[in-house]
């Protein structure tokens, strides 16, 4: 049998959400599935996506990479509306949905997330059971030197956003990635060069703006504890990725690798280093879901 190429939905609370599932011919198949979550207003066209799904795929898994509702294939309006505790549960039902897959041995299923994507793979993998998670990059947590939860233009930003949904108004948006001291939800010295990443794409450079709130109260290390094996895929550069937050990870998983690497949120986009990350992320998903 050939390549499987075919998307798939499922239904969540807010609306329908889409990805695509991809697996090798069936004699190149290791039987093993990992579900791809992407980051905060990622999509799964995006690059770092993208290619965790063709190395997994070129490794003999099956791989299942979807959009958050509102965001990229998936329904949901107003669109580019991020909440965690809704993308945590769309996570979870993008695992049951792939999992009735006629390709897919249900008890042989991994999360993959990066940046966003990879907290909500922990918390999704806590409520329900997985082999095993990769997190790349990812989001432990606002550092308390951020300075964010007592910026009055985020907060501001962030509360009429929220009263906006509330009276079902347009959200008030914010960029995803935008210039050092902006009120955008990432920033970086380069922000035009971030973008031009995801040309092609469908990836928008706006984000509803409450999505703050929810970031500033998300600590994956809450989640850590209940989740399968855990491999934490670290940038030594990431400004995003504190220290001591991923420390409270390690401390609190049962069971955690860290591989780092000298990179920064946003340098894999651009396919640096992502060849012996994707070596060490096979090899882990193959040891925790050996039969």
């Known amino acids: 049998m050939s390549k499987t190429e075919q998307t798939i939905e499922f239904s969540t609370e807010r609306s329908t959400c889409r990805g695509v599932f991809t697996a090798p011919a069936i004699d190149e198949a290791n039987g093993l599935t990992v579900v791809v979550c992407p980051g905060l207003g990622g999509t799964r066209d995006g690059p770092v996506v993208q290619s965790a799904v063709r190395g997994f795929n070129a490794a003999g898994f099956a791989v299942f990479a979807f959009d958050y509702s509102s965001f990229g294939d998936s329904d949901g309006s107003p669109r580019q509306v991020a909440e965690v505790a809704l993308q945590i549960e769309e996570v979870v039902a993008a695992v049951k949905a792939v999992a009735r897959h006629s390709r897919v041995d249900a008890n042989r299923v991994a999360l993959w997330g990066t940046s966003l994507g990879g907290a909500h793979a922990i918390a999704a993998a806590s409520r329900h059971p997985v082999r095993g998670v990769v997190a790349q990059l990812p989001f432990v947590g606002v550092a308390s030197k951020s300075g964010l939860p007592g910026t009055m233009r985020f ?15 347009e959200p008030h948006y914010i960029p995803l990635v935008g210039a050092v001291g902006s009120t955008a939800a990432m920033t970086n010295a380069e922000p035009e060069r ?18 703050l ?14 989740a399968p094996p ?12 504190p220290g001591y937050l991923v420390d409270e990870v390690v401390a609190a998983a049962p ?8 990179v920064g949120h946003f340098e894999l986009e651009n396919g640096v280093h992502e060849s012996a990350w994707m070596a060490a992320q096979v090899d882990f998903l193959e040891r925790v879901m050996a039969i």
Not at 201 to 209: D, I, P, Y
Not at 230 to 241: A, F, I, Q, R
Request: aromatic share 6%.
């Open 155 to 169: 907060a501001a930003a962030a509360v009429s956003d929220r009263i906006r949904r509330a009276l079902r108004l």
């Open 255 to 262: 069971t955690c690798e860290v591989k780092t690497l000298p």
């Open 230 to 241: 855990l491999l934490l895929c670290v940038g030594e550069d990431d400004p995003m990725t």
């Open 213 to 226: 709130l929810d970031l500033v109260r998300y600590r994956p290390a809450e989640y850590a504890a209940g």
């Open 194 to 211: 971030v973008s031009r990443l995801f040309d092609g794409t469908s990836w928008c450079n706006k984000v509803s703006a409450g999505v």
